[in-house]
């Protein structure tokens, strides 16, 4: 990714959009909508000082909302470029309010407030489609319970979870327990506050306020307003510290997650939702739970399946490797339903197919394989170029030129046209790229020709 970053021939454009392209195959006009990041690119050195001082706390999208961002940020920690962007949802200056702490950290004047998107046009003789994918949201399959049960997650969110730069830092914490933990920052923060008033009080009447607030029930200061008030923060505040002691004393149990369960095609060869195979999900339950018990060799993992689908070289052996050395259970057959435990623990329902038996089984987390679906701005661009999608809305191609698409010129791979992983994606872009520099070497011999 830094070879991109670095190399003369590349220019990459971040946080940036497609406003409209025309032309054919040799010749495509190109408007690109260069959003707003009210940091300068070519000031901003990625040092994260402004970030370190930043007031405004929100959600972490790269993290799935699982942890938290300051409103000034860098999308993730090697993305490229390294430029922060001010998000102006959040920013308090931004929005009106004061603040500009930023523009008075940053040693390097990249901070503008007032820099506006820009459209910038240019020409190319081939283009790629690499837009990804996007999750499927599991909320419908109701027997699943995504949405009710805290500790039911995603496998995307599992591997934020479990990953050296993701909110935990890679300490497979349950979400049930880091809500606790979030619960307990904000009334520590509001205690905090609290105690500082109740102190300033204590020492303008020179006692301290348990002492005082007996006496004041005793019913000893019975028209002194001064008091009265100081009754009612001494009260506030003990309304703040007594949860607060509450959800510390429960936090004092908190393990990492040891138990886990992964659940295959979630939404994925289910004629409700997706008929197709996503292709990755299932090697990358396996690579999770290994990851799991490299973290953690306590670890224990089971993953329920119609089947694993370990195609690749050296896929098969990698699932035996997990079952032999990481504690991984495979268990064949779909599961019915989840519900929750005590302890806010799912308890999985399934089918035994081997045993033909009905069983459930208790975890400290639940992952679920969620189905690979088309992005959402596939639509848009297969309307601005013209090309076809298949009945699920992935690019469609042949199977005898994969990574061709219906218009001349323009190319796909990965996820955008077939589910996939990475291997294959990445063969897929380099064929891709050779397809289009195939156009770019044609158009430079014809004009070689024209001038000889
Ligand atoms: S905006 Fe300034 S302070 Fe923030 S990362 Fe860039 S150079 Fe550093
Ligand atoms: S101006 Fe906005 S981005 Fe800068 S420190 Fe304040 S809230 Fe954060």
Redesign the pocket.
């Known amino acids: 990714m830094l070879d991109v970053g670095r190399h003369p021939k590349i220019n990459l454009m971040a946080y940036s959009e497609i406003e409209n392209i025309e032309g054919q195959a040799g010749s495509f006009q190109v408007k690109i909508r260069r959003k707003a990041r009210y940091v300068e690119e070519d000031k901003c050195t990625g040092c994260g000082a402004?970030r370190e001082?930043?007031?405004?706390i929100v959600p972490d999208a790269f993290n799935l909302g699982l942890g938290t961002r300051?409103?000034?940020y860098s999308y993730f920690a090697q993305g490229i470029p390294s430029t922060y962007t001010?998000d102006p949802d959040?920013?308090?200056?931004?929005k009106g309010k004061k603040?500009?702490?930023?523009?008075k950290i940053c040693q390097a004047d990249a901070?503008n407030?007032d820099q506006q998107d820009r459209i910038v046009e240019f020409e190319v003789a081939a283009i790629i489609i690499a837009v990804g994918y996007d999750i499927f949201d599991p909320s419908p399959i109701k027997e699943y319970r995504y949405s009710e049960i805290a500790n039911v997650v995603t496998a995307f969110e599992l591997e934020r979870l479990s990953s050296a730069s993701g909110p935990t830092h890679g300490h497979l914490e349950r979400p049930s327990d880091l809500a606790v933990k979030a619960e307990i920052a904000t009334l520590a923060k509001k205690a905090e506050k609290s105690l500082r008033t109740l102190e300033k009080i204590e020492k303008k009447f020179g006692e301290a306020s348990p002492q005082f607030y007996e006496k004041y029930q005793r019913g000893q200061y019975p028209d002194d307003e001064d008091r009265k008030k100081w009754a009612e923060k001494y009260t506030a505040h003990l309304a703040v510290m007594e949860p607060l002691e509450a959800l510390q004393k429960q936090a004092e149990g908190f393990t990492v997650a040891k138990r886990l369960a992964f659940v295959q095609c979630v939404g994925s060869r289910d004629l409700r939702f997706y008929p197709f195979c996503s292709g990755y999900c299932c090697m990358h339950s396996i690579k999770e739970a290994i990851i799991a018990h490299e973290h953690e060799p306590e670890t224990t993992s089971t993953i329920f399946g119609m089947d694993i689908r370990a195609v690749g070289k050296g896929f098969e052996e990698y699932k035996l490797r997990g079952g032999n050395t990481s504690r991984i259970t495979y268990v064949r057959g779909r599961v019915a339903e989840i519900t929750e435990g005590p302890n806010q623990n799912p308890v999985v329902t399934y089918e035994d197919t081997r045993e033909r038996k009905i069983k459930s089984q208790e975890f400290d987390i639940v992952s679920l394989a969620t189905a690979c679906k088309p992005s959402k701005s596939i639509i848009g661009l297969s309307k601005l170029l013209g090309f076809e999608l298949d009945e699920y809305n992935f690019v469609k191609t042949s199977p005898v030129s994969p990574v061709d698409t219906s218009v001349p010129g323009v190319f796909v791979c990965s996820c955008a046209g077939v589910p996939t992983d990475v291997p294959v994606a990445v063969a897929q872009a380099s064929s891709a790229a050779g397809r289009a520099a195939g156009i770019v070497f044609k158009l430079y011999s014809e004009k070689e020709q024209a001038v000889a």
Request: with cysteine; glycine share 4%; hydrophobic share 40%.
């Open positions: 402004c001082k930043c007031p405004t300051q409103a000034i001010i959040y920013c308090r200056q931004l603040c500009g702490i930023c523009a901070i407030f």
